[in-house]
């Protein structure tokens, strides 16, 4: 076979293929292959229009059959990287410097334990059916991490990601002052009816005073004004409160209509207490109601990845990488396990460990990739499950699910969207950054002494147990997420790239971070671009 044919200067079709692959990634290497003739108008055709073909069992060419590839890390990137290089039969290995599958996404149950960076160890003591989840814990219906709970059989339930009776509450500060509402619960309902209320009150005065008419046609106007009516709930076009703000006296039987809670605080007050600020939480794409968990955990999903590829025949765990070495002819991973130091050779590496961690692994990468390495920082935040004696906020506030927004330390209280009418239950008690340099014990006083503002002293006198984590001193993270200091620049262009026979995947190299999202959409995208240099060299 003539191996320079269709190639510029004489370069073999093997190299000219691995250097197309190397700089433009599988889009490219594809379109290039079908150019010389090496494939059909192909049965990835949908690659070149961006979606991801999974592999199937004869796609891999039958000289490059058993490459063998070793992947880094066995959160939700890593494992999906072996699962869908598994369908085509490559031969994957992945090292695990924890116990168990999921990085982050981890679910936090009785007799769980972890240390961190201070060498502090806590130990789960939540009753046998409860757990939460410190990383992620909600998924939207239209992010991939639903196709694969479908595919790998993991049963989902709704995550009530926000909840009419759920809380806003807003402290004054040194800077700011919020008015009349300061300190005060108020509920979703209430809040959104009053700012509703007269932000179309406000409309309807502007249009009848003619301030729109340079703007809209009178026709346009008069829709307005009826738009405005219907969404602000008005009476001859002023807002006065209605039953939408809920009843201090509920509707009853008979003669018992109800009794409207009332009166709503002034236009003055609404504007003053910034409640309305809080309401974009709920537009935000990645936000908005339908929202999903996984049933028992979100741990599930990994589990059921790790087992999907074969689990520990297929995944080493407590082996720590200490080196990773680009050969000649491969990638070369020193690792440590059960006390002794190991060594796995592979064709390739895929590495999926946060930057954080892997900048502080020596390795032979180039002088661009350590630069890169170093300019992506981990996130600041954690959070802490709190074990409660009786779910109060179900007995004695109607809460089933959703979140209380406040500007206090603890940034939001989560509570679960499982085990309703259980005698305890384990709720989110702040989900911030401000907690993760206190001593445990101090994470646990503070975080009741917030939470009692809001829901009062039943907060202390229900208390069971609680259990932290602060993820910019989980050692394996060394963040809650990647951050990218000034954006996705030069250092996020660098590492979408192999750097020899070495690849980079995350949820950091995507525009998901921090959802499990964001992994399988860089999974997929090294799957097709180490799939397809394999294809071409293999040529």
């Not at 116990?99 to 130990?123: E, F, H, M, N, S």
């Not at 990645?286 to 049933?295: E, I, L, R, S, T």
């Not at 005698?423 to 702040?430: D, I, M, P, T």
Request: glycine fraction near 12%.
């Amino acid at each position: 076979m003539d191996t320079t044919a269709g190639t510029p200067d004489g370069v073999s079709r093997r190299g000219f293929l691995t250097r197309v692959g190397a700089v433009g990634g599988a889009t490219a290497l594809y379109g290039t292959m079908e150019a010389l003739g090496l494939i059909a108008s192909p049965a990835h055709a949908a690659e070149e229009a961006g979606d991801f073909v999974p592999l199937r069992p004869g796609d891999l060419p039958a000289a490059a059959n058993g490459t063998k590839v070793a992947i880094l890390g066995a959160g939700t990137a890593g494992l999906t990287i072996a699962y869908e290089l598994g369908k085509a039969g490559y031969d994957c290995h992945v090292l695990e410097a924890r116990d168990r599958p999921g990085g982050r996404a981890k679910t936090i149950r009785r007799g769980d334990r972890l240390t961190d960076t201070d060498g502090v160890t806590q130990t789960c003591t939540f009753d046998d059916e409860h757990y939460y989840n410190p990383g992620p814990s909600r998924i939207p219906s239209h992010h991939l991490t639903i196709d694969y709970c479908r595919e790998l059989g993991v049963a989902i339930e709704p995550m009530v990601n926000a909840n009419a009776q759920g809380f806003y509450f807003h402290e004054n500060t040194p800077t700011v002052n919020y008015g009349p509402l300061a300190s005060t619960t108020v509920t979703h309902r209430q809040a959104k009816a009053d700012v509703y209320g007269y932000i179309s009150e406000l409309l309807v005065a502007a249009a009848d005073q003619g301030a729109l008419d340079t703007v809209l046609s009178a026709d346009d106007v008069d829709r307005l004004v009826e738009l405005a009516n219907s969404l602000g709930g008005l009476s001859g076009g002023r807002y006065a409160g209605n039953n939408r703000r809920g009843y201090s006296e509920p509707p009853g039987a008979g003669d018992q209509p109800g009794t409207i809670a009332g009166p709503p605080p002034s236009v003055s007050a609404i504007l003053q207490s910034q409640l309305g600020t809080r309401f974009a939480f709920e537009f935000g794409f990645d936000q908005a109601m339908m929202m999903w968990q996984p049933v028992g955990g979100m741990d599930r999903i990994s589990a059921a990845l790790a087992s999907a590829i074969g689990g520990r025949r297929r995944i080493t765990y407590d082996a720590p990488v200490t080196r990773i070495d680009n050969t000649a002819d491969g990638v070369r991973v020193t690792y440590r396990s059960n006390g002794r130091t190991r060594v796995l050779d592979a064709d390739f590496c895929v590495v999926t460990i946060p930057p954080m961690v892997l900048k502080a692994i020596p390795t032979n990468f180039s002088t661009g990739t350590k630069d890169a390495l170093a300019v992506p920082v981990g996130a600041n935040s954690g959070r802490m499950g709190i074990q409660f004696k009786r779910r109060f906020w179900e007995e004695d506030f109607d809460i089933y699910g959703g979140v209380t927004h406040t500007n206090l330390d603890v940034s939001g209280i989560y509570y679960p969207s499982t085990g309703y009418f259980s005698r305890k239950g384990v709720l989110v008690g702040y989900y911030s950054g401000s907690y993760t340099n206190l001593p445990v014990p101090e994470r646990e006083t503070r975080a009741l002494m917030q939470g009692a503002k809001i829901h009062g002293d039943v907060y202390h006198r229900e208390f069971d147990n609680s259990f932290s984590v602060a993820w910019p001193k989980e050692p394996y993270s060394l963040g809650a997420w990647v951050s990218w200091p000034g954006g996705r620049g030069a250092a996020y262009q660098h590492l979408l790239q192999a750097d020899g026979n070495t690849y980079f995947a995350g949820d950091h190299l995507s525009y998901y971070t921090a959802w499990q999202n964001g992994a399988f959409l860089s999974a997929r995208k090294v799957v097709s671009d180490l799939h397809a240099r394999v294809a071409a060299t293999a040529s």
